[in-house]
Protein backbone atom coordinates (compact mmCIF):
# COMPACT_ATOMS: atom_id res chain seq x y z
CA UNK A 1 0.00 0.00 0.00
CA UNK A 2 1.49 3.75 -0.95
CA UNK A 3 1.94 6.21 1.64
CA UNK A 4 -1.65 7.94 -0.43
CA UNK A 5 -3.39 4.61 -0.08
CA UNK A 6 -2.62 4.45 3.61
CA UNK A 7 -3.30 7.61 4.60
CA UNK A 8 -6.74 7.52 2.81
CA UNK A 9 -7.83 4.32 3.94
CA UNK A 10 -6.99 5.48 7.82
CA UNK A 11 -9.31 8.64 7.30
CA UNK A 12 -12.22 7.09 5.66
CA UNK A 13 -12.59 3.37 5.97
CA UNK A 14 -15.39 2.27 7.55
CA UNK A 15 -13.55 -1.52 8.35
CA UNK A 16 -14.66 -2.78 11.69
CA UNK A 17 -17.82 -0.85 11.79
CA UNK A 18 -21.73 -1.65 11.41
CA UNK A 19 -24.27 0.47 9.94
CA UNK A 20 -27.92 0.25 9.57
CA UNK A 21 -29.64 1.87 6.68
CA UNK A 22 -33.49 2.34 6.20
CA UNK A 23 -34.93 3.06 3.13
CA UNK A 24 -31.73 1.17 2.01
CA UNK A 25 -33.15 -0.60 -0.27
CA UNK A 26 -34.07 1.84 -3.65
CA UNK A 27 -32.89 5.48 -4.43
CA UNK A 28 -30.72 7.87 -2.25
CA UNK A 29 -30.87 4.61 0.55
CA UNK A 30 -29.82 2.52 -1.39
CA UNK A 31 -26.67 4.64 -2.98
CA UNK A 32 -25.43 5.07 0.60
CA UNK A 33 -25.83 1.33 1.45
CA UNK A 34 -23.48 0.37 -0.93
CA UNK A 35 -20.96 3.11 -0.53
CA UNK A 36 -21.10 2.38 3.12
CA UNK A 37 -20.39 -1.24 2.36
CA UNK A 38 -17.76 -0.77 0.09
CA UNK A 39 -15.88 1.50 2.56
CA UNK A 40 -15.87 -1.61 4.55
CA UNK A 41 -18.65 -1.12 7.21
CA UNK A 42 -20.90 -4.31 7.44
CA UNK A 43 -24.31 -3.10 6.46
CA UNK A 44 -28.29 -3.94 7.49
CA UNK A 45 -30.36 -2.46 5.11
CA UNK A 46 -34.05 -2.21 6.66
CA UNK A 47 -36.87 -1.51 4.34
CA UNK A 48 -40.98 -3.08 3.90
CA UNK A 49 -40.46 -4.99 0.89
CA UNK A 50 -38.61 -8.77 0.87
CA UNK A 51 -38.11 -9.00 -2.33
CA UNK A 52 -36.21 -5.69 -2.97
CA UNK A 53 -34.00 -6.18 0.05
CA UNK A 54 -32.50 -9.66 -0.77
CA UNK A 55 -31.94 -8.10 -4.63
CA UNK A 56 -29.52 -5.04 -2.43
CA UNK A 57 -28.20 -7.33 -0.07
CA UNK A 58 -27.49 -10.00 -2.47
CA UNK A 59 -25.94 -7.25 -4.87
CA UNK A 60 -23.62 -5.79 -2.01
CA UNK A 61 -22.34 -9.57 -1.45
CA UNK A 62 -21.37 -9.82 -4.47
CA UNK A 63 -19.08 -6.72 -4.39
CA UNK A 64 -17.88 -8.81 -1.26
CA UNK A 65 -19.76 -6.78 1.55
CA UNK A 66 -20.97 -8.48 4.36
CA UNK A 67 -24.79 -7.34 4.35
CA UNK A 68 -27.85 -8.69 5.94
CA UNK A 69 -31.57 -7.11 5.53
CA UNK A 70 -34.54 -6.29 7.92
CA UNK A 71 -38.30 -6.05 6.45
CA UNK A 72 -40.34 -3.26 8.84
CA UNK A 73 -42.91 -1.37 8.68
CA UNK A 74 -41.23 2.08 10.27
CA UNK A 75 -44.89 3.46 10.09
CA UNK A 76 -45.81 2.65 13.45
CA UNK A 77 -43.88 2.36 16.72
CA UNK A 78 -43.32 -0.89 17.82
CA UNK A 79 -42.89 -1.68 13.37
CA UNK A 80 -39.39 0.27 14.38
CA UNK A 81 -38.43 -1.18 17.93
CA UNK A 82 -39.24 -4.42 16.07
CA UNK A 83 -36.89 -3.59 13.57
CA UNK A 84 -33.99 -2.33 15.74
CA UNK A 85 -34.05 -5.29 18.17
CA UNK A 86 -33.98 -7.44 14.70
CA UNK A 87 -31.19 -5.69 12.70
CA UNK A 88 -28.78 -5.76 15.96
CA UNK A 89 -29.00 -9.42 15.96
CA UNK A 90 -27.21 -9.56 12.43
CA UNK A 91 -23.48 -7.56 13.00
CA UNK A 92 -24.66 -5.91 16.81
CA UNK A 93 -24.53 -2.64 17.94
CA UNK A 94 -24.27 -0.35 15.12
CA UNK A 95 -21.59 2.46 14.86
CA UNK A 96 -23.53 4.06 11.65
CA UNK A 97 -27.16 4.88 11.28
CA UNK A 98 -28.49 6.31 8.37
CA UNK A 99 -32.59 7.19 8.21
CA UNK A 100 -32.95 7.68 4.57
CA UNK A 101 -36.53 6.33 4.71
CA UNK A 102 -39.15 8.37 3.67
CA UNK A 103 -42.90 8.61 2.40
CA UNK A 104 -44.07 12.13 0.54
CA UNK A 105 -47.50 11.97 -0.44
CA UNK A 106 -48.11 15.32 -1.61
CA UNK A 107 -51.96 16.33 -1.92
CA UNK A 108 -52.65 19.85 -1.93
CA UNK A 109 -52.34 22.04 1.61
CA UNK A 110 -55.83 22.11 1.40
CA UNK A 111 -56.52 18.84 1.34
CA UNK A 112 -54.34 17.25 3.90
CA UNK A 113 -55.79 15.17 6.11
CA UNK A 114 -54.78 13.60 9.39
CA UNK A 115 -54.03 10.49 7.94
CA UNK A 116 -51.06 11.95 5.97
CA UNK A 117 -50.17 14.68 8.62
CA UNK A 118 -49.68 10.88 9.93
CA UNK A 119 -47.87 8.98 8.35
CA UNK A 120 -45.58 11.75 7.16
CA UNK A 121 -44.06 12.42 10.66
CA UNK A 122 -44.01 8.27 11.46
CA UNK A 123 -41.70 7.57 9.10
CA UNK A 124 -39.98 10.43 7.95
CA UNK A 125 -39.60 12.31 11.70
CA UNK A 126 -40.68 9.80 14.44
CA UNK A 127 -38.98 6.35 13.22
CA UNK A 128 -35.04 8.48 13.00
CA UNK A 129 -36.39 10.12 16.42
CA UNK A 130 -36.67 6.02 18.00
CA UNK A 131 -33.85 4.64 16.20
CA UNK A 132 -31.38 8.02 17.62
CA UNK A 133 -32.77 7.31 20.81
CA UNK A 134 -32.06 3.33 20.68
CA UNK A 135 -28.55 3.82 19.56
CA UNK A 136 -26.97 7.53 20.13
CA UNK A 137 -26.68 6.60 23.67
CA UNK A 138 -24.83 3.30 22.95
CA UNK A 139 -22.92 4.90 20.44
CA UNK A 140 -21.95 7.75 23.27
CA UNK A 141 -20.50 5.04 25.57
CA UNK A 142 -18.43 3.59 22.63
CA UNK A 143 -17.06 7.16 21.87
CA UNK A 144 -17.91 6.62 18.46
CA UNK A 145 -20.89 7.34 16.54
CA UNK A 146 -22.12 8.37 13.22
CA UNK A 147 -25.99 9.32 12.46
CA UNK A 148 -26.93 11.03 9.01
CA UNK A 149 -30.23 11.92 8.07
CA UNK A 150 -31.50 12.33 4.48
CA UNK A 151 -33.22 15.62 4.55
CA UNK A 152 -34.79 17.89 1.82
CA UNK A 153 -34.81 21.51 0.07
CA UNK A 154 -38.67 21.63 1.83
CA UNK A 155 -36.48 21.59 5.08
CA UNK A 156 -35.60 25.16 3.84
CA UNK A 157 -37.56 26.54 1.42
CA UNK A 158 -41.06 25.81 -0.74
CA UNK A 159 -40.30 23.97 -2.93
CA UNK A 160 -42.48 21.07 -5.87
CA UNK A 161 -45.78 21.62 -3.03
CA UNK A 162 -43.45 21.36 0.22
CA UNK A 163 -47.07 20.22 2.25
CA UNK A 164 -46.53 18.05 5.51
CA UNK A 165 -42.93 16.75 3.42
CA UNK A 166 -41.48 19.59 3.94
CA UNK A 167 -42.91 20.08 7.84
CA UNK A 168 -41.57 16.44 8.70
CA UNK A 169 -38.33 17.61 6.38
CA UNK A 170 -37.56 20.98 8.65
CA UNK A 171 -38.45 18.67 12.06
CA UNK A 172 -35.56 16.17 11.16
CA UNK A 173 -32.62 18.80 11.23
CA UNK A 174 -33.65 20.19 14.01
CA UNK A 175 -34.05 16.86 15.59
CA UNK A 176 -29.75 16.15 14.43
CA UNK A 177 -29.01 19.57 15.79
CA UNK A 178 -30.29 18.14 19.29
CA UNK A 179 -28.45 14.70 19.21
CA UNK A 180 -25.68 16.69 18.14
CA UNK A 181 -26.06 18.92 20.91
CA UNK A 182 -26.64 15.66 23.10
CA UNK A 183 -23.88 13.14 21.78
CA UNK A 184 -21.01 14.83 20.19
CA UNK A 185 -19.50 15.68 23.39
CA UNK A 186 -18.67 11.87 23.24
CA UNK A 187 -17.87 11.09 19.99
CA UNK A 188 -21.18 10.66 18.08
CA UNK A 189 -22.52 13.45 15.14
CA UNK A 190 -25.05 14.02 13.78
CA UNK A 191 -25.79 15.66 10.81
CA UNK A 192 -28.12 16.04 7.38
CA UNK A 193 -27.84 15.31 3.65
CA UNK A 194 -29.80 17.51 1.71
CA UNK A 195 -31.09 16.84 -1.81
CA UNK A 196 -31.87 18.75 -4.94
CA UNK A 197 -34.27 16.63 -7.09
CA UNK A 198 -33.08 13.39 -7.88
CA UNK A 199 -34.35 10.84 -9.63
CA UNK A 200 -35.79 8.30 -7.33
CA UNK A 201 -38.79 6.11 -6.70
CA UNK A 202 -39.68 8.55 -4.69
CA UNK A 203 -40.00 11.14 -7.26
CA UNK A 204 -41.21 8.89 -9.88
CA UNK A 205 -44.55 11.55 -10.23
CA UNK A 206 -42.63 14.43 -11.20
CA UNK A 207 -39.89 12.30 -13.04
CA UNK A 208 -42.99 11.24 -15.27
CA UNK A 209 -43.10 15.11 -15.97
CA UNK A 210 -40.12 16.10 -18.95
CA UNK A 211 -40.89 19.97 -18.78
CA UNK A 212 -40.42 19.73 -15.00
CA UNK A 213 -37.59 17.49 -14.72
CA UNK A 214 -35.82 20.59 -17.45
CA UNK A 215 -36.96 23.04 -15.48
CA UNK A 216 -35.24 21.90 -12.23
CA UNK A 217 -32.19 20.59 -13.78
CA UNK A 218 -31.96 24.33 -15.21
CA UNK A 219 -31.69 25.53 -11.68
CA UNK A 220 -28.88 23.84 -10.86
CA UNK A 221 -25.37 25.22 -11.20
CA UNK A 222 -24.16 21.77 -13.01
CA UNK A 223 -27.36 21.77 -15.62
CA UNK A 224 -28.48 18.35 -14.22
CA UNK A 225 -30.42 16.92 -11.64
CA UNK A 226 -29.29 14.87 -8.84
CA UNK A 227 -28.67 10.89 -9.14
CA UNK A 228 -28.34 8.11 -6.18
CA UNK A 229 -24.76 8.01 -6.75
CA UNK A 230 -24.48 11.38 -5.58
CA UNK A 231 -24.45 10.93 -2.27
CA UNK A 232 -22.24 8.24 -1.92
CA UNK A 233 -18.88 10.67 -1.05
CA UNK A 234 -20.58 12.77 1.25
CA UNK A 235 -22.36 9.78 2.91
CA UNK A 236 -18.69 8.04 2.98
CA UNK A 237 -17.14 11.50 4.49
CA UNK A 238 -19.96 11.88 7.28
CA UNK A 239 -19.63 8.52 8.62
CA UNK A 240 -15.61 8.30 8.67
CA UNK A 241 -13.28 9.49 10.77
CA UNK A 242 -12.79 12.12 8.44
CA UNK A 243 -15.88 14.35 9.52
CA UNK A 244 -14.94 13.58 13.98
CA UNK A 245 -15.49 17.83 13.79
CA UNK A 246 -18.91 17.75 11.80
CA UNK A 247 -21.82 18.06 13.44
CA UNK A 248 -24.81 19.30 13.70
CA UNK A 249 -24.81 20.70 9.85
CA UNK A 250 -26.61 20.27 6.84
CA UNK A 251 -24.55 19.74 3.79
CA UNK A 252 -26.17 20.48 0.65
CA UNK A 253 -25.57 18.29 -2.18
CA UNK A 254 -27.85 19.75 -4.86
CA UNK A 255 -25.63 20.64 -7.51
CA UNK A 256 -25.50 24.11 -6.95
CA UNK A 257 -29.61 24.44 -6.48
CA UNK A 258 -30.25 26.16 -3.51
CA UNK A 259 -27.77 28.60 -3.89
CA UNK A 260 -28.65 29.14 -7.52
Known amino acids: MTTSQAYLSDLFS ?29 VVVVARREAELAKTVGELEALGARAAWVSADLGTRAGVRAAAKEAVGAFGEPDILVNSAGVNLRPPMGEVGEDVWDTTLAVNLEAPFL ?24 AHRAFVQSGVYGVSKGGLESLARSQAEAWSPYGV ?20 DPGRVAALAARTM ?7 EDFAGAAVFL ?5 AYVTGQSLFVDGGLSVH
Open 14 to 42: LDGRVALVTGGSSGIGRAVAEALARAGAR
Open 131 to 154: LGERFGPGMAERGFGRIIHISSQQ
Open 189 to 208: TSNTLVPGFVMTPLNARLSS
Open 222 to 228: VGRNGLA
Open 239 to 243: ASRAS
